[in-house]
C-alpha cells in the first residue's frame, strides 16, 4: 500500500490541483470519497483559484487540520482557538520548510526577473514533461502531506483488519495533537512566520 506522501504525489501526477492532492489523499479517513474530497478542494488551487495566493499544498493541509480539529458549533471559542492554533503551527512548519513562504507566486519564483502573474488568467497550464521538471509542486505536495502525517496524524491512524487505514476514534482530536511532545517542543519554537521565537 502507497503511503499517504506517495498517493498525493500520484494524484498531482493525475492531473490534480495542488490542494485536492494532499487532502484527497487523507479523505477517507474522513468517511469522504475521492471525489467529494476533490470537489471541496478545487477552489484552493495554484494559489486559491490561479490567483498564486495560499499555495494549494498548504490550504489541503489546512482542509486536513479543519476535519480533524475544526469547531461545529458557533459558539465554541476554544474549538477555534484550537483549530487556528493548529492552523498556525502547520503553516509555521511549511514555512520553515519552503523558504520561508506559503505564498504561490514567491514559490513559483513569480514577479521575478520579468515572470508576472496575468490577472484574470485562469487557464492552467499543461502538464507536460517539462511542466513536471520546472515546478517544485510535486516536491511540496509531498513535504505537506508529510506534515500532514508527522504533525496531526502520528498516533491517531491504525490498520484494520481488513488492511484500510482508520482514525482512532476520541472525543477531542485536538486536544490530543496539542498536548503532545511532538506538537508542543515545536510550537514554542516557531511563529506563524517560521522565525524562531526562543
Do not use: W
Not at 475521492?34 to 489541503?60: K, N, P
Amino acid at each position: 500500500m502507497k503511503s499517504r506522501v506517495e498517493q498525493a504525489g500520484e494524484l498531482f501526477k493525475q492531473g490534480f490541483n495542488c490542494s485536492q492532492s494532499v487532502f484527497a489523499a487523507y479523505a477517507d479517513l474522513f468517511g469522504m470519497d475521492q471525489a467529494t474530497a476533490c470537489r471541496v478542494a478545487a477552489s484552493f488551487g495554484a494559489g486559491i483559484g490561479r490567483m498564486r495566493e495560499t499555495c494549494g499544498a498548504a490550504s489541503g493541509m489546512f482542509l486536513v487540520a479543519g476535519m480533524l480539529t475544526g469547531a461545529t458549533e458557533g459558539k465554541d471559542q476554544t474549538a477555534k482557538k484550537n483549530n487556528y492554533e493548529v492552523v498556525q503551527r502547520l503553516a509555521a512548519e511549511f514555512k520553515k520548510e519552503n523558504r520561508g513562504t506559503y505564498i504561490c507566486r514567491e514559490l513559483l519564483g513569480l514577479d521575478q526577473q520579468g515572470k508576472k502573474v496575468v490577472p484574470g488568467d485562469t487557464t492552467p497550464e499543461a502538464r507536460t514533461e517539462e511542466y513536471y521538471k520546472k515546478r517544485p509542486c510535486l516536491k511540496t505536495i509531498q513535504g505537506a502531506a508529510a506534515i500532514v502525517v508527522r504533525l496531526l496524524l502520528e498516533g491517531l491512524v491504525e490498520t484494520a483488519e481488513d488492511g484500510t487505514e482508520q482514525l482512532v476514534v476520541m472525543e477531542n482530536y485536538a486536544d490530543y495533537i496539542l498536548k503532545r511532545p511532538e506538537f508542543t517542543e515545536q510550537s514554542g519554537e516557531h511563529d506563524v512566520t517560521g522565525k524562531n521565537t526562543k
